[in-house]
């Protein structure tokens, strides 16, 4: 079968020029969702260069992460191949440092869809016998609806995960073997490999080795006092892509960033920095 998305990501792409790949094949009885194969768009071969992501994410805040994606999207174009991917990334940094809204942008600098899963909960480890039904993943099934075989995928929570969910994590993100990941609940073999994995803590410290050890780890900055107009502007613009919408003109850009400036000063949370950016923008937004 071909890739293609029950939840439309960018309708813009021309599904004859985007390569595919086998994310799914079952190996039972039993098929997947989907059939008994699924393949699925590899997107993002038409980002690669100086003028695609690199261009787009324009974080100049954040060196150490632009730099491992330059590495990233140049390793693909030298070894031909024309899809987006980075190895697994441990993402660490003060609090505010803004894992998510790094990870989100680069999703949509690359042209990727962007999964969240929280690693924290245990529904996925706990045991399960007759009349249970084991659930999956969500990953799987999200690559699945999205119609594309390399996302971004962000995994927060890590610093409360069982030991059992650890070293599922740590199987997914690993790159020697997680072209065959073995899906129990789809009875179905999975293609995690060309992923981007970006394991999210604010204390890389405190990750277990045998999951640190298979990721590249890089601290992000934050956004230093001077840079921190800079990611206001970021977040704003995250705001607007989400919301489909140019800057409404009702909105006073200086007022508005001058009371982004004291929030971010009495909490350096990105998360509640964009929730409030967000509100401001949608007094003024035209109704959807």
């Known amino acids: 079968m071909t890739g293609r998305a029950i939840v439309p990501v960018d309708t813009s792409i021309d599904p004859a020029s985007v390569p595919t790949a086998i994310f799914a094949r079952s190996f039972s009885s039993r098929p997947v969702p989907a059939g008994t194969e699924v393949a699925l768009e590899l997107r993002g071969g038409d980002r690669l260069g100086p003028a695609g992501i690199m261009f787009d994410l324009d974080m100049d805040w954040e060196p150490e ?23 697994g ?28 899963f ?40 890590i610093e409360a995960a069982s030991e059992d969910m650890v070293t599922i994590v740590s199987r997914l993100v690993d790159g020697a073997t997680n072209s065959g990941f073995p899906d129990q609940a789809l009875s179905a073999a999975i293609d995690y490999s060309a992923v ?9 410290d405190e990750v277990p080795d045998r999951l640190a050890s298979r990721l590249d780890r890089i601290d992000l900055r ?37 009371d982004a400036r004291r929030w971010v000063r009495d909490d350096p949370s990105t998360a509640k920095l964009y929730r409030r950016v967000d509100d401001r923008v949608g007094i003024h937004a035209p109704p959807f």
């Open 222 to 258: 934050g956004g230093e006092r001077e840079d921190r107009d800079l990611r206001i502007i970021d977040v704003l613009a995250e705001v607007l892509a989400d919301r489909a919408i140019g800057l409404p003109p009702g909105i006073d850009l200086e007022d508005l960033l001058g």
């Open 196 to 204: 981007t994995w970006i394991v999210q803590a604010r204390d890389a």
């Open 65 to 87: 992460f632009l730099g491992a994606v330059e590495n990233g999207c140049s390793n693909q174009r030298i070894r031909g191949r024309d899809w987006f991917s980075l190895p």
């Open 89 to 116: 990334i441990l993402l660490g940094g003060p609090v505010g440092a803004g894992r998510t809204h790094v990870a989100r942008r680069l999703a949509r600098a690359a042209g990727v869809p962007h999964i969240l």
């Open 118 to 157: 929280d690693a924290a909960t245990d529904m996925f480890t706990r045991h399960c016998a007759r009349p249970d039904v084991p659930l999956p993943l969500p990953i799987a099934p999200a690559i699945m609806a999205c119609g594309c075989a390399n996302p971004v995928v962000s995994i927060v929570g």
